[in-house]
C-alpha cells in the first residue's frame, strides 16, 4: 500500500475543484432535492421505487448502477460534469450517490485499492483503514446524521433489529461483518461501527507461508497431519489468522468425506473453498444450537468444524462430539496461554453447563490431539505461528499432558522442533491413515535433526507440562 500525504492530497484536491461552477456539497444537495420531489411526485405504485432504493442501500449492484446512471444523467442536465470530487470517490456519480445513500467515505474501503484491508472503523467522525497492520486514520469523515442514516441503511439487512438497540451485529451481502455500538455504549459523539472481512485469497500451506505464517519446510509435516485425521484446535488472541490457518487446513481435507461446520457468525465459505465437497454449513448461535445440539450428534458425518467456538454451549457440543471418537474434529478459540487451554475451555462449559471443572478439563484434553497456537507480531500484518503442541491424558491417573513439539523464536524468527509422538497418538495416526501417519513421523524427525529444539525453550527440560 503506498504511503498516504495529506499535504499532497489536499494539492490535488484544490486542482480538482478549481473553474467549476458547483461545489461537491451543493451539488450533493441539489440533486438530492431533485430526486426526492421525482419520487414525490412520481405517478402510480411507488414500490419499484422504494425496493431499488432499498436494494440499492443494501449493496446489489443493479441497483447501485440504477442510481448511478440517473445521477450522470442529471449531472448532464446541469451542465455539472467538471465539478470537483473527494479523491477518496471513483467518480463524481459515485461520490454523489454514496454521500447521499450509500456508505459515504467509508465506501472507499470496498474498492479494488483497498481489497487487501481486512478491518475498517468509524469512531465518531473518524474513519480509519487497517493499512500495513496498523490502522491508519483516513482524511474522509463522517458526520453524526450521516453515521444515523448509514446505521439505518445497514440496518434494512436485518430488518428484525429494532433501530434504538444500543448494539447491532451483521452481514453485508458481499460477507463483510458488521458491528454497531451505539452512543448509549459509547461516550457522546463517539459511537463506533467496524467492518471486518477475510482477505486471504488462496488458502494453501504455501500461501501461509509465503506471508511467513509458517515455516516452508513445516509444509510436508502439516500436510500429513491434516491427511492422518488428528483432532486439531487453533488458538491464539484476535486477529492472530486462527480462523484463516482453519480454512487452509480445510482445504487441504479430503473432499470425498462428509462434514457439518457450525458457525455463529457466517464468516467461513466453504462451499467456496471446497465446492464440491458435501459439507452441511449451519449457523446457530445459543439458543438454536441448543436445539440442534442432539441431531449433530446423532448425524453420521465424517467430521465436525466448530468454527469460533465462543461460548460455553459450542464447546460443550464439540467436546460431547469428539468424546465419540469423531476424527479430524477442527475448532478456534481465543486463548492466551495454550498450556491454559484445557482449563480455559472447561471454565466455560462450566460457567454455562454447570459441573467439576477439573473433570471437564480432562475430557477437553482428551478430545483433541494437537494444538496450534498463532501470535501477532508488533508489526500486526505479519502472524506466527507460534507453537505446535501434543495433548492427551496420562493412564491411568488421567493427568492432562501438554507437550511442544514446535517452538517459534520470536527474536530469531525461526522455528525450532522436537521429535516426539506419544503411543496414543500413534495408535490413533495408525487407525485412521496409516500412510499418513507415517509421512508425520519422518517429517518431525526430519525438522527436529535440521531445527532441533533449545533446552532453554523446553517447559521443563523434557518439553512437557502436566495439568491436574
Known amino acids: 500500500m503506498e504511503e498516504f500525504y495529506l499535504d499532497t492530497y489536499l494539492e490535488e484536491q484544490s486542482k480538482r475543484t478549481q473553474g467549476s461552477k458547483w461545489k461537491f456539497d451543493e451539488l450533493c444537495a441539489y440533486i438530492e432535492t431533485c430526486f426526492l420531489k421525482e419520487w414525490e411526485t412520481e405517478q402510480g405504485d411507488l414500490s419499484d421505487v422504494l425496493r431499488i432504493q432499498k436494494n440499492a442501500i443494501i449493496g446489489y449492484k443493479d441497483e447501485i ?17 467538471a465539478t470537483g470530487f473527494p479523491a477518496w470517490y ?22 479494488p485499492e483497498y481489497g487487501n484491508s481486512s478491518s475498517a472503523k468509524i469512531i465518531g467522525e473518524r474513519i480509519y483503514f487497517l493499512l500495513n ?54 461516550k457522546k459523539e463517539q459511537d463506533v461501527i467496524v467492518f471486518r472481512r477475510y482477505v486471504i485469497p488462496t488458502y494453501s500451506f504455501q500461501e501461509q507461508a509465503a506471508r511467513g505464517t509458517i515455516p516452508y519446510d513445516s509444509i510436508p509435516l502439516l500436510e500429513a497431519m491434516v491427511d492422518t485425521g488428528y483432532n486439531v484446535a487453533f488458538t491464539g488472541a484476535v486477529r ?27 464468516e467461513i465459505p466453504l462451499h467456496r473453498i471446497m465446492p464440491d465437497a458435501p459439507i452441511l454449513q449451519l449457523i446457530a448461535d445459543n439458543e438454536r444450537l441448543g436445539k440442534i445440539t442432539k441431531n449433530l450428534l446423532r448425524s453420521d458425518a465424517d467430521y465436525f468444524i466448530m468454527a469460533e467456538a465462543r461460548d460455553g454451549n459450542a464447546l460443550d457440543t464439540a467436546i460431547r462430539i469428539a468424546s465419540k471418537g469423531t476424527r479430524r474434529m477442527k475448532i478456534t478459540f481465543h486463548c492466551r496461554d495454550p498450556f491454559e487451554f484445557p482449563y480455559d475451555v472447561a471454565w466455560e462449559i462450566v460457567n454455562a453447563k454447570g459441573g467439576d471443572i477439573h473433570f ?11 494444538l496450534l497456537h498463532f501470535i501477532q507480531q508488533k508489526d500486526k500484518s505479519k502472524k506466527r505461528l507460534y507453537g505446535i503442541y501434543e495433548i492427551g491424558l496420562t493412564h491411568p491417573l488421567r493427568e492432562i499432558r501438554i507437550r511442544q513439539i514446535c517452538k517459534y523464536d520470536t ?14 497418538k500413534k495408535r490413533t495416526g495408525i487407525e485412521e491413515n496409516p500412510d499418513g501417519y507415517q509421512r508425520f513421523s519422518e517429517e518431525l524427525d526430519r525438522l527436529s535433526l535440521a531445527h532441533p529444539m533449545p533446552d532453554e525453550f523446553r517447559e521443563d527440560g523434557k518439553g512437557n507440562r502436566c495439568l491436574s
Do not use: C
Request: aromatic share 12%; glycine share 6%; hydrophobic share 40%.
Open 65 to 81: 448502477g440504477y442510481f448511478k446512471e440517473k445521477i450522470a444523467a442529471k449531472l448532464r442536465d446541469l451542465d455539472a460534469l
Open 133 to 186: 497492520g496498523r490502522m491508519t486514520r483516513m482524511p474522509q469523515i463522517i458526520k453524526t446524521e450521516r453515521r444515523e442514516q448509514l446505521v439505518r441503511a445497514l440496518l434494512l439487512l436485518t430488518p428484525e433489529e429494532r433501530m434504538d438497540n444500543e448494539f447491532h451485529e451483521l452481514y453485508r451481502i458481499d460477507g463483510t461483518r458488521v458491528t454497531v455500538f451505539r452512543e448509549r455504549m459509547t
Open 411 to 424: 527474536s530469531a524468527d525461526r522455528w525450532y522442533w522436537i521429535n516426539s509422538i506419544d503411543q496414543q
Open 240 to 266: 492472530t489468522a486462527k480462523t484463516t490457518f482453519l480454512s487452509t487446513w480445510q482445504s487441504r481435507e479430503d473432499p470425498m468425506l462428509e462434514g457439518v461446520m457450525v458457525e455463529t457468525d457466517p
Open 90 to 111: 471513483e467518480s463524481l456519480e459515485d461520490g454523489i450517490y454514496h454521500e447521499n445513500w450509500g456508505l459515504a467515505g467509508i465506501a472507499q474501503w470496498f474498492s
Open 360 to 370: 471437564a478439563a480432562s475430557r477437553v484434553a482428551g478430545s483433541f490431539d494437537y
